[in-house]
């Protein structure tokens, strides 16, 4: 998550410098997506089916693909970065909105949903670095593309997406990026086919070569 989060930080820079140069006003980078709490266990080893296992203690870190692009681009050095997502009526909530609140990262558009908790993945990792990551979706899974309503999105802005909200408000809000005449970066995190139209309206594909295999290959079949 961290790399993928560093890779469109930096995309977005190259964008950045590139609307500066034409326009005193920079734009803005608009995320919309996940926010996780992560809920970290280190075990000697990883439970076998049926079996439990003890770890010496827990953590519980700010996560999620979203809020952690949200993070890291404000981290850069964006003058004006928001985040839209979801999040429960619920302690895991705070959690969440105070580390992106303390990286400078706005969060006016971030939701709070009375039924659906805030979204927990719980991930363990054992003594060799192995790890099982299963994650709970909860809010992230009421995110939709009309949060961007309004002036939200405008010409010169910076949409920059993932994969673990639903598709189909993904796809909505590349969309609204082309019509409005914003900039389009999706990183397909978790893996998954993206439409051909989808494609073509985007400015920067965001991959690593297994995503880039399954991608392709979905663009392929349905071609």
Not at 87 to 100: H, I, K, R
Not at 180 to 204: C, K, R, T, W, Y
Request: charged share 15%; glycine share 8%.
């Amino acid at each position: 998550a961290a790399a993928a989060a560093a890779a469109a930080a930096q995309s977005q820079h190259s964008l950045y410098t590139e609307n500066r140069s034409m326009s005193s006003a920079a734009p803005t980078i608009v995320v919309l997506g996940s926010a996780v709490v992560d809920l970290v266990l280190n075990p000697s080893e990883l439970p076998r089916p049926g079996r439990t296992v003890l770890a010496p203690s827990y953590k519980l870190l700010p996560g999620g693909k979203g809020s952690n692009q949200a993070f890291a681009a404000a981290r850069v050095g964006f003058p004006k970065v928001e985040f839209y997502g979801a999040v429960g009526d619920d302690a895991f909530a705070e959690t969440l909105l105070t580390s992106l609140k303390s990286a400078g990262v706005g969060v006016a558009g971030v939701q709070t949903r009375k039924d659906a908790p805030t979204a927990v993945a719980a991930v363990v990792v054992d003594a060799k670095g192995e790890n099982q990551i299963c994650v709970g979706s909860g809010a992230n899974l009421t995110v939709t593309a009309s949060q961007l309503g309004g002036d939200t999105l405008r010409a010169g802005d910076i949409l920059l997406q993932q994969m673990e909200i639903p598709h189909p408000e993904v796809w909505s809000a590349v969309e609204l990026a082309r019509k409005v005449g914003a900039h389009s970066i999706l990183n397909v995190a978790p893996a998954a086919p993206v439409p051909a139209e989808v494609l073509q309206s985007l400015d920067f594909l965001i991959v690593n070569e297994h995503e880039a295999l399954e991608v392709h290959a979905a663009a392929a079949a349905a071609a």
